[in-house]
C-alpha cells in the first residue's frame, strides 16, 4: 500500500509540473515574443523599408527662411552630395511644399525646380543663366523664384561661370528680403 500512495504523488507532482510548466512556457513566450516581434520590426524599418516620407516647406515669404538648399541638405539620403555653381548659397521660396523621399530629395528638387536646379553625375547644380534665378545684394547669396522654377528655361541656363543678374525690387519685397 505504501508503493500505491507513493505512485499517486508521482502522478499528481507530475500534473503539477505540466501546469506550472505550461503556464510559465506561456509567460516566457508572450514575453520573448514581444521583445521579438519588436526586435525584427525595428530591423525591418531599418535595413528593409523604403526612405520614409519627407515634406519641404518653403515658405515663400520673410526671406525663405526653410528655403535655403544648406538646411534641405540635412533631409538628403547622402549628405555628401556637392552643391556647385552657387548651389551651395542658394534660397528657393516657394509656397508649395514638396513631398519626396530621403532617397530622392535631391533629384525631385531639381524635377521640380528645373530653371533653378540640375542633377548631373550625383551634383546638384544651381543654372546661373535661368530667369528664374537672381544674387541677392551684397553677394549674400541667390533666389529661386520657386513659381518661375518650373517652367524648364532650355540646355543653355547651365551657365557655369557667368555672374548671376540682381533680384528685382519687387522679388525682394514679396520674399521678404527688404521692406
Known amino acids: 500500500m505504501a508503493k500505491a500512495a ?4 508521482e ?3 507530475s500534473w503539477q509540473s505540466a501546469v506550472a510548466g505550461f ?8 514575453f520573448l515574443g514581444y521583445f521579438g516581434d519588436a526586435l525584427a520590426g525595428w530591423a525591418v524599418d531599418e535595413y528593409w ?11 515663400a515669404e520673410q526671406r525663405c527662411p526653410n528655403g535655403k538648399l544648406t538646411d534641405i541638405r540635412r533631409f538628403f539620403e547622402d549628405d555628401g552630395i556637392p552643391l556647385s555653381n552657387g548651389a ?6 516657394d509656397s508649395e511644399a514638396l513631398m519626396t523621399t530621403r532617397s530622392q530629395v535631391p533629384r525631385d528638387l531639381a524635377a521640380k525646380y528645373p530653371a533653378c536646379l540640375k542633377w548631373i553625375d550625383s551634383d546638384l547644380i544651381m543654372l546661373r543663366a535661368s530667369t528664374a534665378i537672381c544674387a541677392l545684394p551684397d553677394k549674400a547669396g541667390f533666389v529661386c523664384d520657386g513659381v518661375n522654377g518650373r517652367i524648364f528655361p532650355g540646355s543653355g541656363a547651365l551657365g557655369i561661370g557667368n555672374s548671376v543678374e540682381l533680384c528685382a525690387t519687387e522679388l525682394l519685397v514679396r520674399f521678404g528680403f527688404s521692406s
Not at 510559465?24 to 513566450?29: H, R, S, T
Open 6 to 9: 507513493n505512485t499517486g504523488g
Open 11 to 13: 502522478r499528481r507532482t
Open 23 to 30: 503556464i510559465l512556457g506561456g509567460f516566457a513566450g508572450g
Open 49 to 59: 523599408s523604403p526612405s520614409p516620407s519627407v515634406k519641404i516647406d518653403f515658405q
Open 88 to 93: 551651395d548659397q542658394l534660397t528657393i521660396c
